[in-house]
């Protein structure tokens, strides 16, 4: 175990968006971060970035390498005291456009593996009587639409166990909270898929990092579980 | 195919309680139903109870066994016109209680099961413009809570499935419905459990079938997704 | 008191929608059926009709009002066994476009009038043991949008309402139920305000009384609070 | 109109909790506060306290009385830029224990009150493109018990005028968002009628207003309409 005085910020799920912001945002917090993602692009030109973190190989529907990724964590950074659980496709389609693999494939990332997370992090959390476990959710997380088979039922799977885990840890000094992300982020591919449209119709990673920043350090006696997020602009 | 004029009910999940309630209104309503279930106890009892009605073994967490019993259910008594999906296990216990395979399993019998099922059922109500799939959910469906981990989990990502299968069916006159059942099922072995309640704190199957039911026979211009259902004496 | 044996049904909120199909239905039912509105056109006619029913002046927003009326019921039919709620003005319109008079008046019409109608027959419902409050409401009794300032905070006001009666007086074998209405009902003005909609667009004012009918007739070990329903093609 | 350079928050409903609290944070963080409260005893004390506050008579659920009001808040210390919106009496008790007035005056200070302070504040944030509603809630603004006939309504009238708002005003660059908050806050009153519960089992008022001044610092492009907030031990 090291003896770094840096509290362990684990970011699950890096990509140019929402990932690398919620990193940049809890390495600017003095978080050692962690960044945990199936392939290596992304992560590791951040872990160059950014002073104190670490890039990691996990594929979070996988129990093995969940298991394996958090041990590597423990043993370079030491024990996790945030995690930013950004892992989630969106796989979208009817019913007849899905197959079964997708529909689980959807499924394993965002629900079963914040559960194998949730696994990895919780004892040490308890132990301390603290942590905090900040998911990034989306309108799926409460809405199933035409188009979000797969989506939307993974999403709601990620959820009620993140509501099953802030009901079962809250006394325990764990706040696990649920972003519910209704918008479209503000990457390279979206503007490219989206043209025309302005930059206030996107929503800034930076500025979910920030919500989920708040999250973390709001008092013990005032979590928030469950908090919505959507530019001004978007029709609701 | 065989010439058989009555409409076909497929009742997924027997078991003594809202399982055999639901095959025995729709065949009181006139249904041939098909009886599936992981193993031939209740449905095989219930078969030759019931006229008209047949047995069909299906493990609705396994793909190929879903297709087979679809395929058997067509070739012995037509396509289905209604689903009552009943499947459901309850998985109880926290986050250190529930290992990943637990995770999996009450995922697949509620989710992915009920995905299996639209699969094989959708088209050919589809081409008629007519059918229903009316869903037994529970209060886990919409409630995450700190002994739910695995279950209410399993449940969200059935609500959302039911949710998107809704939206994109209704204009072609499938009606998709789910019942949030937040209550106790009067049952020999909740009886047993419960050996101190008195009658009224149970929900009896046969209610239970009686909302089903009504909920196939609605007019289609005033359709109801989603109804909760609770024994009047429940506290909520 | 009359010595009637028939159940009395007060429908509250009579128009040639919704208000004369549940009038219908209940009488259809056995019920001796009372007909409240405001003004006497639709119900003086509809107690022509309906063998056994009688219309009563009720301004649903006066205490006064619901009083005397109540008062007259009981004592031309007897005390109520079910209630229809479908009072309620849609007042459309953003922030700037309704004045605080309007605010109030479509609370008066959509929640104060079903409180002062709850504490005119709780009492005799109670006592009996059994008894059933149906409400009407909308989608804007579960969401507001830029144009129900005053309308949905309205509806709010009397879902959550219903919500409160329905936890209280459930134990006490009365049924509260609210019926959630996501479409455009089937009228006259409906149809000539909208007149390239195909027939069906619209909510069919004798299927919103079958779904009241039937959560009326719902086993008390299985009772509906809330019921969504809307056309089958609308998008929701 | 006074050359102040200050931004101006108006918190509406001032006593020894939250309203003193968010008065205090908002004032830290530079606004000019305009303390509103129908009595003048805390909200006097509070002006003395906070450098640029200053304290106004104001009955809520009077149209003239809020008129006056904020006619008077944009005399002295300009347009409103933040509202804080913490009126909001809780009567208690089932349908028996609560008169019509008791009903009416509920929602007359949660629901039309927000309705009146809207319209005083809104033209000149519209017209700014800026500005923020922030509305405490309670657990009754999405939930009605059986002792909250009264209060739950108003409640849940409160919320969706809010959603209306936000709906309406948001691609105005107006956030409005409500905290829903689900405990028991730490006052006096409420320390002397729950003597044996511990620090950790109130909300603290510090930590709600931390939670107001986080929502008004949203960067516009991730705006939170709805945040619940409880004690981390808090069983829900």
Known sequence: MPGTVKKVCAVVGIGPGNGAALARRFAADGYAVALLSRSDGASAALAQELPGAKAFRCDVGDAASVAAAFAAVRESLGDVDVVAYNAGS??????????????????????????????????????????????????????????????????????????????????????????????????????????????????????????????VQQDRSAWTFEADVRPFGEKW
Not at 123 to 140: C, D, E, L, Q, R
Not at 173 to 180: E, P, Q, R, T, Y
């Open 90 to 215: 969106g796989i979208f389609g009817g019913l007849h456009d899905v197959t079964a693999a997708d529909f689980e494939a959807a499924w394993r990332v965002n629900a079963l593996g914040l559960f194998l997370v949730a696994k990895e992090v919780v004892p040490a959390m308890s132990a301390k009587g603290s942590g905090a476990i900040v998911v990034i959710g989306a309108t799926a997380s409460v809405r199933g639409t035409a188009r979000s088979t797969a989506f939307a039922s993974a999403k709601g799977a990620q959820r009620l166990l993140c509501q099953s885990l802030a009901r079962q840890f809250g006394p325990e000094g764990i706040h696990v909270a649920l972003i519910v992300l209704d918008g479209i982020v503000d990457l390279p591919k979206t503007r490219q898929r989206l043209p025309d449209k302005p930059d206030d119709f996107f929503v800034k990673p930076a500025a979910v990092a920030e919500v989920a920043a708040a999250l």
